[in-house]
């Protein structure tokens, strides 16, 4: 039979995974748990800002940082300034000095209107300038929480990248099970332009969920199989939320579930693998 351990595609976890430990508790869960890496997600964590101090978690774990996330979500908007385009130019920056070959954005928010001008004409510009990817995340509608509401346009230019001429695209499962997307069609649809994979299910609900995968309605499994397929070199990120954890043994089983979901059907020959029921039983919050 066909080892987990041998997978042609890198398997890397999402500091936000561990959300809310901080950036070096996610370099040390990675180096136990045996990922090939970790994507860093630039907030408030005053690690997670400083190559110095990524480059030192490195060091002292073995675990390289191989994706940068740029703080482009709501509760990082007063990190390294105001100004969203000098963040993403900061963030590639960052990933230079760590030796990251990927920086993962999200579309501005619609109030972000001059950004959402230059954004497009920006990516390209750090995409052709240097040696490290910017992928744009596929968003989703802000969905109604009752039939009174009406739906939130939030993103400029918008929250599908399949409408926009990106250079490279972030595929994101969970952010797609809210948006009622189909995973596989997702990485037809994005095709070459698919350069990086944030491994989380959901349930097609209006909260972004970011489920350990296969405990949704996503077909991870396949999404992961195909990708292997296709022989996809970007990495795939676990990225779940693991915030509302009771204990470090939950959060720990849930993170070891996710890793090895994602190695077994990754493989060249996929390995029948379901993760285990959750020990906790909360509703999950949403995530980002």
Not at 35 to 61: C, F, K
Not at 88 to 99: F, I, K, P, T
Request: charge should be negative; proline fraction near 7%; hydrophobic fraction near 40%.
């Amino acid at each position: 039979m066909q080892s987990m351990a041998d997978v042609r595609i890198p398997v890397t976890l999402s500091t936000a995974s561990v959300y809310p430990r901080r950036a070096a508790f996610a370099f040390e869960v990675a180096a136990e748990l045996g990922y090939d890496g970790v994507e860093v997600m630039v907030w408030s964590d005053e690690a997670t800002q400083e190559p110095a101090a990524l480059r030192r978690l490195e060091d002292e774990h073995g675990v390289p940082v191989r994706s940068i996330h740029a703080p482009t979500l709501l509760v990082s908007q007063r990190v390294w300034g105001r100004s969203p385009g000098d963040k993403l130019r900061r963030s590639v920056d960052v990933a230079h000095e760590v030796g990251a070959s990927t920086v993962v954005v999200h579309p501005p928010f619609r109030w972000q209107y001059k950004y959402a001008r230059q954004f497009q004409d920006l990516v390209h510009e750090l995409n052709v300038s240097g040696d490290v990817t910017i992928a744009v995340e596929n968003m989703y509608p802000w969905r109604p929480r009752s039939k009174g509401d009406r739906e939130l346009k939030a993103y400029l230019p918008g929250w599908d990248p399949a409408d926009h001429d990106y250079d490279a695209v972030t595929l994101d499962l969970s952010h797609a099970a809210v948006a009622q997307q189909d995973g596989i069609a997702l990485v037809e649809e994005f095709a070459g332009r698919l350069r990086h994979v944030h491994l989380a299910d959901g349930t097609a609900s209006a909260r972004d969920e970011h489920l350990v995968p296969g405990r949704g309605d996503m077909a991870c499994d396949k999404v992961l199989e195909e990708l292997s397929r296709r022989d996809f070199a970007g990495d795939v990120v676990v990225e779940i939320s693991t915030r509302k954890a009771r204990t470090a043994h939950e959060r720990h089983a849930d993170l070891e579930a996710a890793l090895l979901f994602a190695r077994a059907h990754l493989a060249p020959e996929p390995l029948p693998y379901q993760p285990p029921p959750p020990d906790h039983h909360h509703r999950p919050a949403d995530a980002w």
